[in-house]
């Protein structure tokens, strides 16, 4: 079993910057990579970010291309997702996944199906 728990969501203005943390616990060493989703009122659920958990393969949403980074921090055993530029549009329940190990091979991105274990989602509120 893993958990995980989101933090760092809050309300900012158009073009200000935010830092999610995820923090992972429990069996780590069955864990392949960890995501960030988000899902708005009204929409379904979308991918932003990816990263494996050696850190060697991200992805990323188009629409957050360029303006989101997701990085992790090995000590911690918790991943980051720095927000720069924020827009309206971000505006959503912003939730943290945990991607175990597949024996048939991991699919990259991951799935909103493909994970395993979720985060109670921190919401991210930007609006002038």
């Known amino acids: 079993q893993v958990q995980v728990v989101e933090s760092g969501g809050g309300l900012v203005q158009p073009g200000e910057s935010l830092r999610l943390s995820c923090a992972a616990s429990?069996?780590?060493?069955?864990?392949?990579?960890m995501g960030w989703y988000r899902q708005a009122p009204g929409k379904e659920r979308e991918f932003v970010a990816a990263?494996?958990?050696?850190?060697?393969?991200?992805y990323y949403a188009d629409s957050v291309k360029g303006r989101f980074t997701i990085s992790r921090d090995n000590a911690k055993d918790t991943v980051y997702l720095q927000m720069n530029s924020l827009k309206p549009e971000d505006t959503a329940l912003y939730s943290c996944?945990?991607?175990?190990?597949?024996?048939?091979?991991?699919?990259?991105?991951?799935?909103?199906?493909?994970?395993?274990?979720w985060g109670q989602g921190t919401q991210v509120t930007v609006s002038s």
């Open positions: 429990g069996s780590m060493f069955s864990i392949y990579g």
């Open positions: 996944a945990a991607v175990e190990r597949k024996a048939s091979g991991n699919i990259w991105p991951p799935r909103s199906r493909d994970c395993d274990y």
């Open positions: 990263i494996t958990w050696s850190a060697t393969r991200t």
